[in-house]
């Protein structure tokens, strides 16, 4: 096990243990069942717990070994279609599974040489548009195919030089207004397209200093509860705003320090349940590896040391090897 898995363990216990110890919290187990930070080992240490086996099927956590060794769970083949770990030589030696095309098409594994050495697959466009892998190149070569430029829009691949290039294209500028490739230059300079605030508002290139600097906007304080910039000192320095707790709680900032020390908080543990908990889970990991290594360091100096002074030249190895020798 490495440095970092053996960080990252320690952190899911602990992000467990907490909810163990609340046992009088609302937990929605459906939630957690898909949440990153519940492992398999997790599940098995904690039989007592109604996991949801269809929901965990999507768990990243979850392989294909996993569900082999465990063919009386309930793994939901329409979930497990989406998890990262499901990839097409998997799908191709299982052919009579219930696979989910429609989630398959947006699963990071499946590239277009997939789907286009399987023509005869019911594969979803719309899903496919979104899919990481599909490329605007790909797309401008494959006029033919049923595209779909709403999900296309949120599409990491897709830029606004993209979009200037193709306006002739039904781009959705709703949805293009919170793909991150959409800075707040490209929004100043674009006010007539970009101006669904709703979307932009949970775009992660908007920061606070932008909200405070245009009090103009009619920004969306329920979608920007939930962006990754908008911490807790922020919502709590500002106690006017409107602030949108359900969606707060599943903002990466929140820990569950902050849950403890604020139980006023109207928190929705159904959203708490699948927090990743991002921030703080990269914080602990960072430091839990600093002082992995710094252990490690130590034990290295230390054993330098020992091998030095012990050598069968120097005094003490001398003085060991004579005591042992009184001693056999």
Known sequence: MSYRNFAETKWNNKYLQYILDNPDKPWDYKQ????????????QANPD??????ILSQNKNITWDIVKSNPKKGWGYYNLSRNPNM??????ANPYKPWAYSWLSDNPNITWEI????????WYYPYLSSNPNI???IVKANPDKPWYYPYLSSNPNITWEIVKANRDKPWDYGRLSSNPNITWDIVKDNPDKLCNYGYLSSNPNITWEIVKDNPDIPWDYMLLSYNPNITWEIVKANPEKEWYYMLLSYNPNITWEIVKDNPDIPWDYRRLSNSTMSKSK???IKKELILLQEEFSYRCAKDKVIRYLMHPERYLGRKCIM????II
Not at 323 to 326: A, I, K, P, R, T
């Open 32 to 43: 957690l069942s898909k949440n990153p930070n519940i492992t398999w080992e997790i599940v």
């Open 323 to 326: 005591e042992l020798s009184n």
């Open 49 to 54: 717990k109604p996991w949801n086996y269809d």
């Open 282 to 284: 990269e914080a602990f």
């Open 135 to 137: 490329t605007w190149e």
């Open 87 to 92: 990839t097409w030589e998997i799908v191709e």
């Open 115 to 122: 789907v286009q050495a399987n023509p005869d697959k019911p």
